[in-house]
């Protein structure tokens, strides 16, 4: 229900569209307190319970090793690190920690600055900010610990579903809305052509990328364990009966839409964030024998996705996006050459969690046609933003997160591991493509990061 509320409410960029969603987080970290020395529903350590039922570990993180304990360390970091951001501090602390603060906030306001102040150039967009990425922290440990019990193929399974009627939308929208969101409301701010629900087709992109090889990856587990209780000898009619059930054709159903969805958007970077993912899907794929059956099954769907592609999306148009991304890139330099004099003047404390834009209402210098409102690479905003006080902490959970998601892969014998094996992928893809979009910076694509990501540690999950 988060997914999805987050995903249709016009990806949770707007506020209205996020209140819900907040309450549905608060609620979930009440239930489950990721963090809470007691389980849920009043059960005790060492309490008697009917056969079957699912228990919840006291101590967090549940069989945790050390690179998940330390993670998680990290993320709760970098969320006291964004409050503190927001924190009235004496103007000469202020100074000290961050020299060039007093002079931009001064220059943006055209105001003299009080005698208290926070880090913060903007504090309504880093309480935004602060609000998004402490339900995404939320929405990991959370996912992490209910998958300690089971629920993963049913999270993907709804996953799945999500995208199938989120790809339907987008394509029916693009060819008949005319630049609208379903059909009547126009994005308030300028940027790339919306698609779907989302108000720039590159971060529907960046969704895309982490739910296709999710949803690779369980066809892989689904139609592998369907082949080990087939009936050996049979006739390849009546096997492919059996390996393609309702649930099989579901999934391939929504790869192959989401597939076309994204070729129909038209997003450079999310068609090299796709190809990167999966890439990395097949050499988890080849890393682990015996799916070489699972695995045509699943080349044919992907054959017929890109024909599918080809009917819906001239050919020769992606041909002419890519063949100007030259142009693109020489845009793309250019702001991070805007954006280098931000971080260079706040280093240290960064401009404020969520005040790229206001930030760059006074070092923007370009004579542009339009105004820089994203730095365009996520790893040069979060520096922006957050200098060394925030980015050490976020490099430091992106280290531990690959480190500890390469270990449960390793030690993972189920068919778990091809559902991990994609969440992983999907992550890695969108980790490519965040060099040249800030998909991340999206509530819908945060939350659809977040389950991934706990997919990816969960153990022992059903």
Known sequence: MLLALTT???????????????????????????????????????????????????????????????LDFCLVAIVVVMALQLLPLPARLVERLSPMALDLSQRISLATPPRAMPLSIDVAAGAWALGVAAGVVVVFLVSRRIFETGGVRIVVRGISAVGLALAAIALAQ?????????????????GAPPFGPFVDRNHFA?????????????????????????????????????????????????????????AASLSRSGLVG?????????????????????????????????????????PSTIVQRFTAAAGAAQDRLAIWRETLPVVKDFW????????????????????????????????????????????????????????????????????????????MSGLAGVAVQSVWETGLTTPANGVLAAIAAAIVLHRAGK
């Open 274 to 314: 796709m190809a990167v993912a999966l890439v990395a899907a097949s050499a988890m794929r080849s890393a682990r024998p015996g799916t070489s059956a699972a695995a045509r099954w699943i080349t044919v769907a992907l054959g017929l996705a890109l024909g599918a592609a080809a009917i819906r999306v001239n």
């Open 206 to 262: 960046t969704w895309v990328i982490l739910a296709i090889p999710l949803c690779l990856g369980y066809l892989v587990a689904h139609v592998s364990a369907h082949q080990r209780h087939d009936v050996h000898g049979a006739t390849w009619h009546r096997g492919v009966l059996h390996v393609l059930d309702a649930r099989a054709i579901w999934l391939a159903a929504s790869v192959c839409l989401m597939l076309v969805a994204l």
């Open 174 to 190: 693009d060819a008949t809305a005319h630049g609208l969101m379903y059909w009547r409301w126009k994005p308030i701010e300028e």
């Open 348 to 423: 240290l404390a960064g401009t404020g969690a969520g005040t790229f834009e206001t930030a760059m209402l006074a070092y923007q210098r370009s004579a542009a046609p339009f105004r820089i409102n994203a730095a365009h690479n996520h790893y040069l905003q979060v520096a922006a933003e957050g200098g060394l006080l925030l980015g050490v902490p976020v490099l430091a959970a992106i280290v531990l997160f690959a480190r500890a998601g390469i270990a449960r892969l390793a030690e993972d014998e189920s068919g778990m591991y091809w559902v991990k094996a994609g969440a």
């Open 8 to 70: 249709f409410a016009f990806a949770g960029v707007y506020l209205s569209s996020l209140i819900v969603p907040a309450l549905l987080c608060v609620a979930l970290a009440v239930a489950y307190r990721p963090f809470g020395m007691s389980p849920p529903e009043g059960r005790s350590h060492g309490s008697t319970e009917r056969p079957g039922a699912r228990s919840f570990p006291n101590v967090w993180p549940p069989s945790g090793g050390r690179f998940e304990r330390t």
